[in-house]
Structure formats: structure tokens, C-alpha cells
């Protein structure tokens, strides 16, 4: 497998060996994947349904690519993705209250 990383603003990707264990489907919005909404702009990192589809195990999210395909977001360059299984993870930040999720 051919390692795989890359960052569009909050959203964190990694390509990653398939989870074994049982994934719950994350509905898609509108006809799209959404792997973050903007809290700020209201914008989303998404990407097609039909290119690829986005699984939850508790709190990890897996993104499953069928087809070559981009993810997109209004504000930020295209990722080009190649088929295959991707870890998602959101940015967090140190604030003085605590850790949260990188607003976008």
C-alpha cells in the first residue's frame, strides 16, 4: 500500500489498511460525502457519492474511495484521491480551556 497523507484545512486524511471490524455507514448529505462542515463559512470538505462512500467505527471515521475522484471545499485546493480506504481524522488545537476541533 502507498503511503498516503494530506491536509485540507481542519480535515487530516491517511490512506490506511481496511478495518476489519464492523463500520456503520455515515449518510451523505445532498449527494455528497461530507467528511467536515466549516463552523466558520459554513463550507464542507466533501466529495461525490457515487466516487466514494464514509464509515464510523465509535468516534474514527473511514473513507472508502471507489473511483478517482477529489475532495473539495470552497476555500481550499482539491486533494486528488486515488481508490482505496482512508483514516479521517479532525485537526484538534490546544486552547486554555482544553482541546478542541480546529474551527475552518
Known sequence: MTKFQ????????????APRTKLEPV???A????L??????GHAHAIPMSHAALFARGA????RVVKPTELLH???A????SPGTYRVTRQREYSP??????AD
Open 27 to 29: 449518510p451523505a448529505e
Open 36 to 41: 467536515a462542515h466549516g463552523e466558520a463559512t
Open 6 to 17: 494530506a491536509r485540507q484545512g481542519d480535515v487530516f486524511i491517511e490512506r490506511c489498511a
Open 74 to 76: 470552497e476555500e481550499h
Open 97 to 102: 480551556e482544553g482541546l478542541r476541533n480546529v
Open 60 to 63: 474514527e471515521r473511514f473513507l
Open 78 to 81: 482539491p486533494i486528488a484521491l
Open 31 to 34: 449527494g455528497r460525502v461530507i
